[in-house]
């Protein structure tokens, strides 16, 4: 291809020259092609350090002039071809017109001109494509990528980093390749070349450190083993993005958001300045999660940009310097100088956007009004008529809405049908219920405050200093967020104003005003429905504080009903978690019922993320975090509080109920005011606080019990001294309370003294541990719920404990697999991991029979796809198209571990219904036993009289009958051989096929295909023997019992016992033999396999010998039983429908055979299976998703 002329200053470095003229030179690369030696290898290295390969071509031309020592690269070349085709047109086309030129100088500019011109000319001939800059090299990098590591079109290429490997202490330079769902790196060094490819689910701890023995550098960990790797460009960014991408993959281990959020993810197609469309979206979802954590929003929430400018602060009478954020719904403004000031503006709620007057001293503002009429200056912005008209389309999308901020409480019951009185009763949550309206407090505490004295003035004092607050800064939605603000919040919220400042804070308001009616509807839905989660909420009402007259009544437990019901229903992921209805009941305390439904909505979904899902990993991740947060602040005690197992017994109360379980009501309360304004620091800082006041005495503690003890007596004693309500009775602290009353701590005191030693802590700090916790946490339940699954099949496989293991490995990473590789969704939608363990991960019919054509011993080479298609719609027996973990282990282990007779009863049931499918094999048999049932009902209707009484009798006998049937169908009863169904012509058939095809790769082949043939030719004469016997015993029934003592056809069932042929073979006609052994033939034609003469003849006289033995002996057969059917002729194609066999006779055939027996009771280690099966994905990774659906299509 012509490129653009770019200077090359030496020539022969790294290039051999093979043609050459006065004005160009053909180079070709040293290393590739013909030779290389010893140059090639080390150029070949060069390459691979340097990227060479993804940017270099293999041949090249310069123009070259003869005074100059500058060389001009103006094409280069994948192949020879190419740069030959290139070569000849130069050599054609200007050669000759640069020749007449007389300055080098105007040969070098016409040449550069004409290759230019070349150049868009080529452009312009394909419009189609739009020019982007440098977007060449990272497409060549994904190919790459790809290539090296055998990866589908499906897996996306993020970025990728040079940077040094570490196998041992030699440095290893190469490539890192991070994807959607792994890390790859690919070095060639000296010859030598490392491969590592790691998936991120696997990874349980990425770290970045510098020691002496690695420079900074980056740690991978998984469960085996630690990659370093080191010499990043610019480490900072690689780690960031490594972390986003380890975090996508456990989302994934825990729900299916993250699968959704990998499907969204454009394709990476376009590239710009060398960064692909996958790492630029991965960094706005990183800062739109900045952004929705800071100011407390939505997650549905999405940044549109942010700007530098200043705020105009009136209560400061000053410019405040900080960041301003525009998104869909809200106007964000952020001070430089931490808790300065921070402000949030709801679109909903602007009334007027216009840009004011510039000045000297404001240069470039913009005036915004809300209809509260508040307004905000903004200035020093860069781009204002863009920023202006940002705002305006915003605005122009957001509906109008009738809510205003004047008075926050004016949405209280908005959710609440307008209908008559009729309507409104009927419905489980009106405007007339006493919680639509007011709070349970307001309800159930009416004593008077002015009885209280001081507590009451100290009450009303700070209902004052909020309301001169609320006059300076602005009251609801669009208030001034200053230091101001935590100071009043540190010294306690007043009761009537706590409800209005935790939906402010929480942003739970902005989530509540922006969904009117939302709580009413959902309650209606919810109620009366019935699941796991009502009943444990219904269990756990009457623990939700009883102590507080709120909830001894109807009236507080059936608002609180209501909200977790309709909460349950919302978020079925979560549904209800113990814990939820403590923090709930606290909430209804101090808030209408939907406000109480809205600010339990932050707390689950945002602001304590995970906490109340089926496993709380939220919580156990928070758990790790403290246990950090110990030993970095508290080593001494953290060293002996490990050994007493104290820190992960005591975190997870106090963290999920926030310290309401463990602590006196009125002093809990407070620490819930400030963890709505701070968030989770609050409480790791009061749990440091804690621990900090109890060091001493912990550190004298010899067991756990003694720990805990002093710990619950301590929070027992954290009083509020300032609250007007009356004490309510802590029922902890009456059972804990010891003869000598520990010294009362006042909650004021605990919640200074934690921000004086520990104030310290970031939220981004504590993001960053929360990462790294949650690595350890999900990894661990994973490895956990591994080892739930392992012990319970145990007892039902013979299979080791390692190899069940191994086992469960292959067959998580199938189902995994599939979920971000499939070409549809269906995978990533079945992945629940709220189910049971063995419930977790599930296989549809497609991913089975790639497990099965690696793992099972019987391989039918193109059969198997159709044997695997049977055992999965047996071991399918809830028919819902998947297979999980036990079920797959049960269909594995009978083919391992089963004796002679399970392996052939299994063999046996894979070709009867339902694992023979319809369209697999029509049972002629069933087709004949329905007109043969017709026929005979007709002859009984016509023998029958008019006699109705017999009619009758014979209907109550038939009725009670089938109750006895069904009572047996329900009785657990073990299936033996007698069970299993008989077996007709064509099923017996396709199971000849399965047998032929199962043996084409053995040792003694030859040996077995004799033994089937034999055993097949041996089955047909049985079948036919055992037809005649059936067909007589029929007729001798029918000519000699009456037709009234007949029993209806429906019930005959029909005859098991055995009827192996004896001297009656030899007597039939030659040719219904031959016919038999013809359609074997046909069938294993059909099936593609050879079978050459003297095989037909050792087959019929094999046949004949085991026939004719009399080994096999039939007892009473009746004379006209060789006379039934003996003259019809039949030809080989048509299948006879009165054929059947039992397993016993077939179990009774293989029997006489030795090869058989020995394939059949031949041990067989499953050991190598896995290690191939394991080797296969390492080097192939997965096959790509059209070819799944072709599979699919064969396979059904």
């Known amino acids: 291809m012509w490129i653009q002329p770019e200077e090359v200053l030496l020539a022969g470095a790294l290039w051999v020259s093979e043609r050459a003229n006065p004005f160009f030179i053909l180079q070709r690369r040293r290393g590739h092609g013909r030779g290389g030696g010893l140059s090639g290898l080390l150029v070949g290295t060069l390459d691979v350090v340097l990227d060479s390969s993804a940017r270099v071509a293999p041949y090249r031309i310069l123009l070259q002039t003869a005074d100059s020592q500058i060389y001009w690269n103006i094409a280069c070349g994948s192949n020879r071809k190419e740069i030959t085709e290139h070569w000849d047109w130069l050599e054609s086309n200007l050669l000759q017109t640069i020749s007449i030129f007389d300055s080098d100088e105007d040969v070098t500019t016409f040449v550069k001109g004409k290759i230019c011109g070349l150049i868009a000319e080529e452009k312009r001939l394909q419009p189609g494509e739009e020019p982007e800059e440098d977007c060449g090299k990272f497409r060549e990098a994904e190919l790459k990528m790809r290539r090296l590591f055998r990866m589908p079109e499906e897996e996306k290429l993020v970025n990728y980093y040079s940077c040094s490997y570490w196998k041992g202490r030699v440095p290893r330079q190469g490539w890192l390749y991070l994807s959607v769902n792994h890390l790859c790196f690919y070095s060639f060094l000296l010859g030598k070349e490392v491969t590592l490819v790691v998936q991120w689910m696997e990874v349980t701890q990425l770290e970045k450190n510098a020691t002496l023995v690695f420079p900074e550098s980056v740690r991978v960990s998984t469960r085996h083993e630690e990659h370093f790797f080191s010499m990043f460009l610019n480490i900072n960014d690689t780690f960031k993005l490594m972390e986003q991408l380890a975090n996508i993959a456990m989302r994934q281990l825990l729900d299916n958001e993250a699968f959704a959020a990998d499907r969204s993810l454009p394709k990476p197609c376009k590239t710009l300045k060398n960064v692909s469309a996958l790492k630029r979206d991965l960094d706005a979802r990183a800062k739109n999660e900045r952004y929705r954590t800071m100011f407390r929003l939505t997650q549905d929430e999405r940044l549109d940009g942010h700007t530098d400018c200043t705020l105009w602060t009136p209560f400061a009478k000053m410019h405040v310097v900080g960041q301003l954020f525009i998104s869909n719904n809200y106007i964000c403004f952020s001070s430089r100088e931490e808790e300065l ?37 903004f200035a020093n912005l860069k781009d204002r008529d863009f920023l202006v008209q940002r705002i305006s389309d915003f605005l122009q999308r957001t509906p109008d809405s009738c809510w205003g901020d004047t008075s926050p409480l004016s949405l209280i019951g908005q959710s609440a049908p307008t209908g008559s009185e009729s309507v409104s009763k009927g419905r489980h949550y009106h405007a ?157 305390l101090y808030c209408t019922e939907e406000e109480a439904f809205w600010l339990l909505v932050a707390l689950c979904e945002r602001m304590l993320p995970d906490y109340y899902n089926t496993r709380v990993v939220g919580a156990l991740v928070d758990q790790g975090v403290f246990e950090d947060l110990t030993r970095a602040f508290l080593p001494l005690l953290y060293e002996h509080m490990q050994d007493l197992g104290v820190i992960s017994t005591i975190s997870l109360s106090w963290f999920l109920t926030l310290f309401l379980s463990v602590m006196p009501f009125d002093s809990a309360v407070l620490l819930v005011d400030c963890f709505f304004y701070e968030g989770i620091k609050v409480i790791f800082q009061v749990a440091l606080a804690v621990l900090h006041d109890n060091m001493d005495a912990l550190l004298s503690c010899r067991d756990e019990g003694e720990a805990m003890t002093i710990l619950g007596r301590y929070l027992d004693n954290v009083v509020n001294k300032q609250t007007v309500a009356p004490p309510i009775p802590h029922l902890h602290a009456l059972l804990t309370s010891g003869d000598e009353p520990p010294p009362e701590i006042d909650v004021f005191d605990l919640i200074k003294s934690s921000y004086e030693k520990f104030g310290s802590l970031r939220s981004d700090v504590i993001e960053q541990m929360r990462f790294k916790q949650r690595l350890k946490v999900i990894q661990s339940l994973e490895d956990t719920a591994k080892r739930s699954v392992v012990r319970a099949m145990m007892t039902e496989s013979a299979f080791s404990i390692e190899e069940l293991e191994e086992l469960y490995c292959l067959f998580k990473a199938q189902h995994m697999t599939s979920c971000y590789w499939g070409s549809s969704s269906s995978a990533a939608e079945r992945h629940d991991p709220s189910l049971p363990y063995l419930e977790q991960y599930r296989i549809d019919p497609v991913q089975f029979t790639q497990l099965f054509t690696a793992l099972a011993p019987w391989l039918c080479g193109g059969h198997t796809p159709s044997l695997s298609a049977r055992l999965f719609r047996i071991l399918d027996q809830n028919q819902d198209g998947l297979v999980n973990f036990k079920e797959f282990i049960t269909g594995l282990s009978g083919m391992y571990h089963g004796d002679m007779t399970d392996k052939l009863k299994l063999l046996f049931k894979l070709h009867l219904p339902p694992a023979l499918c319809a369209e697999e094999a029509e049972s002629a048999l069933e087709a004949a036993h329905f007109f043969t049932e017709d026929a005979t009902q007709g002859e009984e209707g016509q023998d029958g009289g008019g006699d109705s009484e017999e009619k009758k009798e014979e209907k109550v006998k038939d009725y009670r009958y089938y109750l006895r049937m069904w009572a047996k169908e329900k009785e657990p009863k073990r299936e033996t051989i007698k069970d299993l169904p008989r077996m007709n012509q064509e099923q017996f058939i396709e199971l000849c096929k399965t047998l032929y095809n199962m043996f084409s790769e053995e040792p003694l082949e030859q040996q077995l295909y004799h033994s089937i043939a034999t055993v097949a030719s041996l089955l047909l004469r049985i079948g036919e023997v055992g037809k005649k016997f059936n067909n007589g015993c029929k007729r001798t029934d029918s000519s000699q019992a009456p037709p009234a003592a007949q029993a209806p056809p429906t019930a005959q069932a029909p005859p098991t016992a055995q009827a192996p042929p004896t001297a009656q073979a030899e007597q039939e006609g030659p040719g219904e033999g031959v016919s038999d052994e013809s359609r074997v033939c046909q069938a294993l034609a059909d099936a ?109």
């Open 341 to 377: 000031c921070q402000l949030i503006i709801p679109l909903r709620e602007v009334s007027i956007v216009e840009k004011a007057d510039s000045s000297s001293v404001l240069p470039c503002p913009v005036s915004i009004s809300t209809k509260n009429k508040m307004t905000f200056l």
């Open 432 to 588: 007339g219920l006493p919680t639509a309206s007011r709070a349970l407090l307001q309800l159930y505490q009416q004593e008077a405050t002015e009885d209280l004295g001081p507590r009451a003035m100290k009450e009303k004092m700070k209902e004052e200093a909020w309301n001169i607050h609320f006059s300076e800064f602005g009251r609801g939605v669009c208030m001034y967020r200053t230091s101001r603000t935590r100071e009043l919040i540190l010294n306690g919220i007043p009761e009537n104003l706590r409800g209005e400042l935790w939906l402010l804070f929480s942003g739970a308001q902005n989530e509540m005003a922006s969904h009117p009616g939302y709580y009413g509807d959902l309650v209606e839905q919810a109620m009366g429905l019935c699941s796991l989660a009502t009943e444990e909420i219904e269990r756990d009402l009457h623990r939700s504080m009883p102590e507080h007259r709120a909830f001894q009544n109807e009236t507080g437990i059936a608002a609180l009903r209501r909200v977790l019901t309709a909460y349950a229903h919302r978020n079925p992921g979560i549904g209800y978690c113990q814990a939820m209805n403590i923090v709930t009941s606290v909430l209804l």
């Open 1088 to 1196: 593609q396999l050879e079978t050459d003469e003297d095989a037909k003849d050792d087959i019929s006289v094999s046949s004949y010998s085991v026939v004719s033995s009399g080994s096999l002996q039939c007892k009473d057969i009746a004379d006209d039983t060789v006379l039934i059917g003996g003259g019809e002729q039949r030809r080989g194609s048509v299948l006879d429908a009165d054929w059947s066999i039992t397993f016993e006779q077939v179990l009774a055939s293989l029997l006489t055979e030795p090869p058989l027996v020995d394939y059949f009771e031949k041990k067989r280690d499953i050991q190598a299976k896995m290690a191939a099966c394991k080797a296969q994905r390492a080097v192939e990774r997965q096959i790509s998703s059209a070819s799944d659906h072709e599979f699919t299509q064969h396979s059904v």
